[in-house]
Structures are given as C-alpha cells and as structure tokens.
C-alpha cells in the first residue's frame, strides 16, 4: 500500500450569502467560540472546506455543506452525520488513532496510563481501546494491527496515511478543534431550557412535559416488573419523534440540541434526558452540599437510625419503627455514621470514574462542560435553570404515575430519579 504524508492542511470556511472563504481556526479565534460550538450552531450555514498538501507535491480539496447528510455506518446507532459533525470528525478521530498509535497525549506528549479514559461525543467515556474500535468498527480499511504499524485510511480523504510522518503537520487543527487552543471560554449561565417532543407520525409538537404526562403505556407492560419504569416513554417504539432543547442563556443567546426520542445513553442504558439530570444532580450535591432538587443541606449523621429518623416523613418514620420487616430493623438498628457529604463525592466520582479529578478541578474554578449541551457552564448560576426543568418533567411524570394507579391499582413505588 502506498501511504502519504501529509504536510500541511488546513479547514476553510465559506459562510452562506459571503463570497470569500475564511480560514477555519481564525474564524473560531475571531468568534471566540469552540469549534463544537460552531459546528453544531443551527444559525451557520456554510461550505466547509479541506485543503491538503501531500509531501510528493499533490494537493487535495474536500468540501461538505455544513448542512449536508454524510451517511456512514459507524455502527446500528450512528449511520452517518451532517457535514459540519463530518468535518469535525475528521479532527477528533485522528487525535484518538495518533493517541493510541503513539500510547501518549496529542497535546502534552506525556505518556498515556493504561487505565486512561478518553471522552468522546455526547458524554460517553470509554477506555483507548474501545474509542479505537467505535472508531473503525465496520471499518473495510482500517484494522488495529495497521494502525499499529503505523498506517491510517481517512474516510473522509479517501487515502491512506503515513501516522508517524503526518501528525506534527496535524497538530495546529487538532489543537484547535479538540483542545479549542487560543479560545477564551467564558462559562456561560442557563436562564432556561425549555424542552419539546415532536411526534414524527402526526407532525404536532409539545412540551415534553406535556407528552410524558398524556402517556400511556402499552396494554402488556406489567407496572410491577417494569425495569425500564421512568424510560417507558422513551423506548416505546410505537411513538417516534424528536426531543429538542431550546436553551436560553444570559445575554439572550439560544442553542438548540435534538436527538432521537429513543436514542438510549448506552453507558447507563437510560434516556438521555435522565442522563442529564443525573450528571446534575450529582454536580449539586457535590458542588453545593445540598439534596437535589430540595436545596435542603446534606448533613453527617451519627448513625443510620439518626439519618432516617431525619430524613423521613412524620408517616414514613411511623410506618418503619412499627414494621418487622428485617430490612426494616435492619435499618433502625445501624449505628454506623452515614455522611451524605462524603456519600454524593462517591457518587460524583462513581459517574465520572477516571475522568473524576478532571470534573472536580473545573468545579473547583465554578465551571462544568456539560456532554449534553457541548458548552462550559457556570455551575452556580445555572442550577436554578435546571431544577426548573427537573421539577417540570418529574410533576409530568407524577401525574401519569397518579393516573395508572387509579387505572391498574398498581403501588407506586417509583422515583423519577
């Protein structure tokens, strides 16, 4: 096989109704916003184009529509993307294939553990070797054993590459697209998210909160053996649409984000939009020391019988110190210190896993980079924005709960979380 080199490229943008293209990486200096960002904004419009030159002199040029559909079978869930995510991927899969070819960090050169997670669109956090594989699998190219030698086919280019030879002249866009190097990220502050549901049968469109409330589950969906009980609506295949969030941020600007109503958060096999609550939840009580959404402070306790004897309702603590259930007893007979605090840190580092010191060191500067909505957030003056959301979508979800009891008699026993 004949593998080129690349020695240099660069990303060109044409926005639509403008006659001159303009390099990429000064058009993100120029707006001060992420390559992420921009790709994925709903208002630009534009031909993105590639411009190669190989090191024997020939020159390539590859354009997309940022608006175009690119279909390309990743695997069942990704079966092709618009030309701005196209381009962007073009970017992020040659950091990982140079990262795990060279075994050390694109930006810092520092040898890479082998434990270490990288982080890839959408929140998924994934070890090397398993970003190599979503990377080629499907691939009729690309193989493990050839990119370990040190030769790499771009799905977009059409032409076999030369890793060791053409990373360095990689390293200005890779810097900016993946690292948004020269960017100066202000966190931003949600004012709202507002959510709707577009069925694709009828066309009509409500608020999300609204269509999870009208819900009603299948005839043979049995309530008390329902392990999916909050995800209902989402993985009933008989209802197809789009969710999408219109999220309004202080100084008026809005982004929207749209997936699939059955897309599924595979690391935690749950909805995405609980995925995003969870992430929130667990940034709250870690960063404020406070129950999500209640706002009431967490506490350390002397022991479990302290703890429930706080935390229940007058009713719910009747109901247990009267009960002879052994977990019951269980429960009122645990001496043991319970610390919420130190429990939502747990927690917090359990979601995250390895990337956990990461989030807690931006939290410690008052940001987060939501995976949801790609862009940094100012935690602090944010939460109210979400907990309203959290608090509409989970009244809808109680309402519905409300009506299958009365419905089928079945004890709800659920919790939106």
Same mark, same amino acid.
């Given at each position: 096989?004949?593998?080129?080199?690349?020695?240099?490229?660069?990303?060109?943008?044409?926005?639509?109704? +403008?006659?001159?293209?303009?390099?990429?990486?000064?058009?993100?200096?120029?707006?001060?916003?992420?390559?992420?960002?921009?790709?994925? &904004?709903?208002?630009?419009?534009?031909?993105?184009?590639?411009?190669?030159?190989?090191?024997?002199?020939?020159?390539? +040029?590859?354009?997309?529509?940022?608006?175009?559909?690119?279909?390309?079978? &990743?695997?069942?869930?990704?079966?092709?993307?618009?030309?701005?995510?196209?381009?962007?991927?073009?970017?992020?899969?040659?950091?990982?294939?140079?990262?795990?070819?060279?075994?050390?960090?694109?930006?810092? !050169? #520092?040898?890479?553990?082998?434990?270490?997670? !990288?982080?890839?669109?959408?929140?998924?956090?994934?070890?090397?070797?398993?970003?190599?594989?979503?990377?080629?699998?499907? #691939?009729?190219?690309?193989?493990?054993?050839?990119?370990?030698?040190?030769?790499?086919?771009?799905?977009?280019?059409?032409?076999?590459?030369?890793?060791?030879? +053409?990373?360095?002249?990689?390293?200005?866009?890779?810097?900016?697209?993946?690292?948004?190097?020269?960017?100066?990220?202000?966190?931003?502050?949600?004012?709202?998210?507002?959510?709707?549901?577009?069925?694709?049968?009828? !066309?009509?469109?409500?608020?999300?909160?609204?269509?999870?409330?009208?819900?009603?589950?299948?005839?043979?969906?049995?309530?008390?053996?329902?392990?999916?009980?909050?995800?209902?609506?989402?993985?009933?295949?008989?209802?197809?649409?789009?969710? &999408?969030?219109?999220?309004?941020?202080?100084?008026? &600007?809005?982004?929207?984000?749209?997936?699939?109503?059955?897309?599924?958060?595979?690391?935690?096999?749950?909805?995405?939009?609980?995925?995003?609550?969870?992430?929130?939840?667990?940034?709250?009580?870690?960063?404020?020391?406070?129950?999500?959404?209640?706002?009431?402070?967490?506490?350390?306790?002397?022991?479990?019988?302290?703890?429930?004897?706080?935390?229940?309702?007058?009713?719910?603590?009747?109901?247990?110190?009267?009960?002879?259930?052994?977990? #019951?007893?269980?429960?009122?007979?645990?001496?043991?210190?319970?610390?919420?605090?130190?429990?939502?840190?747990?927690?917090?580092?359990?979601?995250?896993?390895?990337?956990?010191?990461?989030?807690?060191? #931006?939290?410690?500067?008052?940001?987060?980079?939501?995976?949801?909505?790609?862009?940094?957030?100012?935690?602090? +003056?944010?939460?109210?924005?979400?907990?309203?959301?959290?608090?509409?979508?989970?009244?809808?979800?109680?309402?519905?709960?409300?009506?299958?009891?009365?419905?089928?008699?079945?004890?709800?026993?659920?919790?939106?979380?």
């Amino acid at each position: 096989m004949e593998a080129r080199v690349i020695e240099s490229i660069e990303l060109w943008f044409q926005e639509a109704g +403008s006659e001159e293209a303009v390099n990429f990486i000064d058009f993100m200096l120029f707006m001060n916003e992420s390559a992420c960002s921009l790709l994925h &904004r709903d208002t630009l419009h534009g031909i993105f184009t590639y411009q190669v030159r190989y090191q024997d002199g020939t020159t390539q +040029s590859v354009s997309y529509d940022k608006d175009e559909w690119v279909a390309y079978e &990743r695997n069942e869930w990704q079966t092709g993307m618009n030309g701005g995510e196209w381009v962007w991927w073009l970017v992020e899969r040659w950091r990982f294939v140079v990262e795990w070819w060279s075994g050390r960090d694109f930006r810092t !050169g #520092d040898e890479i553990e082998e434990n270490f997670y !990288g982080i890839i669109p959408y929140g998924e956090v994934q070890p090397l070797d398993v970003l190599l594989y979503s990377i080629i699998e499907n #691939d009729a190219h690309n193989t493990e054993a050839l990119i370990e030698a040190g030769y790499y086919h771009d799905p977009l280019l059409h032409e076999w590459m030369a890793i060791p030879d +053409s990373t360095e002249s990689l390293r200005p866009l890779v810097l900016a697209v993946c690292y948004n190097e020269g960017i100066i990220e202000t966190p931003r502050t949600i004012e709202r998210i507002e959510v709707t549901f577009t069925n694709l049968t009828t !066309g009509a469109v409500q608020s999300l909160a609204s269509a999870l409330e009208a819900y009603q589950k299948p005839a043979n969906l049995d309530l008390d053996d329902m392990e999916y009980r909050d995800d209902m609506f989402y993985r009933d295949e008989s209802i197809q649409g789009t969710i &999408r969030y219109e999220v309004t941020y202080k100084g008026g &600007r809005v982004q929207y984000v749209e997936h699939d109503k059955s897309e599924i958060f595979m690391d935690w096999d749950m909805a995405m939009i609980n995925w995003f609550f969870e992430h929130w939840k667990k940034l709250y009580e870690v960063y404020a020391e406070k129950s999500f959404p209640s706002g009431q402070p967490l506490q350390r306790f002397e022991s479990g019988y302290d703890y429930w004897k706080a935390r229940l309702s007058p009713e719910a603590w009747d109901e247990l110190i009267q009960s002879t259930d052994p977990f #019951d007893q269980r429960l009122l007979t645990d001496r043991e210190p319970h610390d919420e605090i130190r429990d939502a840190k747990e927690q917090f580092e359990m979601m995250f896993d390895q990337a956990a010191e990461l989030y807690l060191e #931006d939290l410690r500067h008052g940001f987060y980079v939501d995976q949801l909505l790609e862009q940094r957030i100012d935690v602090e +003056s944010s939460f109210d924005a979400v907990i309203a959301l959290y608090k509409e979508i989970s009244e809808a979800q109680q309402k519905r709960r409300t009506r299958e009891q009365l419905l089928y008699g079945e004890k709800d026993e659920g919790d939106f979380n």
